[in-house]
């Protein structure tokens, strides 16, 4: 493997950092006027269609009847019932203190990998749950105990249940039976979690009550900004460095996105940026940092004895 310049690498970041943290704003315009799970839906569908055609013309094999039931859990976990979620939210919350609560994400990893896998967190990873519970519970403040700006409980309420299925979801598919190359596996969980948004959008009661005529310039620019950089050059930029960099580097993402997020919110958008905001992020952001950094220790096995876990992602 050819050493890439530094000038890739860091267009790359820039790429998974500014495209993925833009996301959350993008979301929040495209559901101005297109309902979430049609939007979402279209979005993986088309994104989906276009890599799984980029790997087919490639020549990659064509995958078999048990990876594509693996594709769909996958897509339903991360696609439908995660970024569908997020989707569907947005309506209601603010893209920046959205993309904060998505930030505890690595929370329930570490709960799931103590709970299933028998991980144990380290002082560190117990610290970085508690910051992040502390950072949702002062961002969302359902009481408005310290003031500001209310935010909607039932939209974060579905916003915290995203991250859960998110984590589950990347957790299920370490073991599962998904094609080797990864632009397919993820195009395959794109296509099967948009018709699953679709579906959903259709079982809601969206597309009876949606008149494509009501689109605005902004949502239409929106939807194709997500498709072709959220979901194509950020992902392609973020499998990219993963093959040229170290993990823990490409970690970083976790905890600048919602920073660019938050202020993109701010700059674009007029969203609420007040002190309690950015006494949240900087909690979330440290719980983040300390998790992914942490984590958990694997339990201890008699010698010879294997636990019968892997760390492969």
């Not at 890739?8 to 970041?13: E, G, L, P, S, V």
């Not at 950092?17 to 996301?23: A, Q």
């Not at 050059?233 to 499998?239: K, P, R």
């Amino acid at each position: 493997m050819n050493t890439p310049s530094r000038a890739k690498i860091i267009t790359a970041f820039a790429a998974v950092y500014i495209i993925w943290g833009s996301t959350y704003l993008g979301i929040r315009f495209a559901v101005e006027s297109i309902p979430p799970f049609l939007m979402a839906g279209t979005r993986f569908i088309i994104a989906g269609l276009i890599l799984y055609g980029f790997v087919f013309w490639r020549g990659v094999e064509r995958p078999t009847l048990a990876q594509w039931k693996s594709a769909a859990i996958v897509g339903a976990a991360l696609l439908f019932l995660g970024n569908g979620g997020v989707s569907w939210a947005e309506q209601y919350v603010p893209s920046g203190i959205t993309a904060l609560i998505i930030a505890v994400t690595p929370v329930w990893f570490l709960i799931f990998d103590w709970w299933h896998r028998g991980y144990q967190p380290t002082p560190g990873g117990v610290m970085g749950l508690v910051l992040g519970t502390l950072g949702v519970g002062l961002l969302v403040d359902p009481a408005n105990i310290i003031g500001g700006q209310e935010i909607d409980p039932v939209g974060a309420g579905v916003l915290v249940i995203a991250t859960m299925f998110w984590a589950g979801g990347s957790l299920y598919s370490r073991g599962s039976q998904l094609p080797a190359n990864p632009f397919q596996a993820t195009a395959m969980e794109m296509i099967a979690g948009g018709i699953l948004c679709v579906l959903a959008g259709i079982a809601g009661g969206e597309l009876s009550d949606f008149d494509p005529a009501s689109i605005v310039p902004r949502s239409l620019f929106s939807l194709s900004y997500l498709i072709a950089f959220g979901s194509l050059v950020g992902f392609t930029a973020y499998i990219w460095l993963l093959r040229h960099v170290q993990p823990s580097m490409v970690a970083t993402y976790a905890y600048v996105n919602p920073i660019i997020a938050v202020l993109l919110g701010w700059l674009i958008a007029d969203e609420v940026l007040g002190a309690r905001i950015v006494l949240a992020a900087i909690t979330i952001v440290a719980a983040v940092a300390l998790i992914t950094t942490y984590s958990v220790r694997k339990p201890k096995t008699p010698p010879g004895v294997s636990d019968g876990q892997t760390d492969a992602p």
